[in-house]
Every structure is written in C-alpha cells, then in structure tokens.
C-alpha cells in the first residue's frame, strides 16, 4: 500500500518553519534567514519515498496585515489549514503561547491531526520546557506536543515517524522524481532575495521583489538575467551601492549559491528598476504570483 499527503508547515515568523522544512525534505528549498516574513510564497517540497510521498508546504509566517503584499502572505498561510492531511505548527521556547490567538483559533477547528512543534529547545530548560508544553496542550488539547531543536536536529526523526504514521493511503500526487512544484526560476528569484535580505538593513529587503527575465540552461552552464525591482529611487541608489560594490557583492554571493542549487556554472546579471509602491498595488502583486482574495 502507497501512502501520500500534504503536511502544511505554518507559525508565526521567525520560529524556525524554514529550516525544519528543509530538514525534513532533505534539500534546501526554503530560504531560511534570520529576518522576519523571510518566505513569502507557499513552497512545496516534496520526499519520495517507494511506498511514500509526503508533500511538505512551507508557508509565511503569520502576522497581522499592514499593506496588500502581508494580506497576500497571510492568505497563503490560511489557505495552508485548508487542505492539510497533517498540520505542524511551529512554535519556539520564546514566544508567548497566546500569540496570534485569531489564528491558532482557526487551527484549533480544523479536524485533521495536528503537530505543535516546540522549536530551539536547546535555548531554553526543562523547567519553561513542561509548563510550555502544559499550556500548549490546555490551547489545543488534540494536538499532540512534540519539543525539538531543527537547529540541533533534535527530534526530527521522531517528527517524521509520526508524520508517516498520520499519512493517508493514497497514490502520489506528483511524479516519483519531483523535489518541488515551483520552477527553477522561482529558486533563483528565492536565493537571490536571500543575498539581499542578509546583505542590506532595515526596510531595504522588504521592499524588494526579484523577478527572472532569461534562464537559459545549456549542459554545462545557465545564463540568467535578473531584476530586482525596488519602491523608490533611493532604494535603487542603497541597492546599487558606492560605484556598484553592493550589488557585485549580492550578485557574486547569490552566483555562488545557485551553482551550489543547480550543480551547473552560472552566469549572472541583475538590474534593478523601481516600481512604485508595488507592495500596495493588486496588479504589480498579481503580476509577480502573489495570491490575493
């Protein structure tokens, strides 16, 4: 017997959701850095197995909306209840266990089995640990309370164990050799994102949206021009950088990471362009994939 399903991936930002997802699907498909609102797309990474599939679905950490584009992030999370046959909601040893109780309200209706995952317990003691897991089990007592540490893998086979066995019998919902549902155009755009969220401060990265103009992948090597499109003319200017250096930096560090991803030498150009307000408008948003209502 085959058995197949979705296991969405949802919480608040910056609890680790990323990082567990690339662990347990074994490839790094999820950019994970250590700034907020990091992933902005539903991301499926897919593990195959000969009797198995499990469709893992990396989702925008849950926050309260301040412009169109965070309305965007917030549906794909919602939409991540929907269609779940096994949830895991990411929650760390920091953050209070009332946070963003809206949602965890929605998550406490839903009628599929679901995994509070306790993450960076390796920061935290036994004591905070047990009252944690305490008051994470009086919020969703049907839920059941695993503590881990993604950073550590700590507990990570246990979570797949009980993910495997949660999952329905079902044939493969895509074919046996797929590692994800997004193109390869959609990682370049993704790791470059990540160059500029590590390379620049404040509001800079958030006000950033990559976009693909050629992949050309020949046997040995991929050409690829990029733009990275920007709110305002002074971003473009801090983007760019004194005679170029900042954008040659991100260039040369996200060049690096895609030979690394495609195992392929990698010719890379960006350009970067403004597009006014783009975060706030409904056509630029639907233009660059996001889903709005």
């Known amino acids: 017997m085959h058995k197949a399903g979705f296991v969405n991936i949802v919480g608040n930002p910056n609890v680790g959701k990323s990082t567990l997802m690339n ?38 950490g849950v926050l309260k909306p301040n412009y169109k584009l965070q309305e965007s992030m917030l549906n794909f999370s919602e939409s991540a209840l929907v269609d779940a046959d096994v949830l895991l909601y990411v929650t760390d040893t920091m953050e209070k266990v009332d946070k963003n109780a809206d949602f965890i309200g929605k998550v406490r209706n839903i009628t599929v089995p679901v995994l509070v995952l306790i993450n ?44 495997k066995d949660l999952l329905p019998d079902s044939p493969p919902y895509f074919g046996k050799d797929q590692l994800t549902d997004k193109p390869a155009r959609f990682f370049v755009t993704e790791i470059i994102r990540e160059k500029i969220l590590l390379y620049y401060d404040k509001e800079i990265p958030y006000a950033v949206e990559v976009v693909v103009e050629q992949f050309k992948e020949e046997r040995r090597n991929i050409h690829i021009n990029a733009v990275v499109y920007v709110e ?52 630029e948003l639907k233009n660059f994939g996001y889903q709005l209502e």
């Open 23 to 60: 662990l347990l699907v074994g490839e790094r498909i999820s950019i994970a850095t250590f700034k907020a609102q990091t992933t902005r797309h539903r991301i499926m990474g897919i593990l195959n197995t000969d009797d198995m599939q499990i469709v893992f679905s990396d989702t925008p």
């Open 120 to 163: 960076k317990i390796d920061l935290s003691n036994q004591e905070t640990l047990v009252k944690q897991v305490e008051e994470w089990h009086a919020l969703l007592p049907n839920a059941e309370i695993i503590p881990i540490s993604a950073k550590a893998k700590f507990n990570i086979d246990a979570v797949m164990k009980r993910i």
């Open 232 to 283: 305002r003319e002074s971003q473009k200017g801090i983007i760019i950088g004194h005679k170029g250096v900042a954008l040659k930096k991100v260039a040369s560090e996200a060049r690096k990471a895609l030979e690394r991803f495609f195992q392929k030498s990698i010719y890379l150009e960006i350009y970067v362009k403004v597009d006014k307000d783009w975060r706030s408008s409904d056509k």
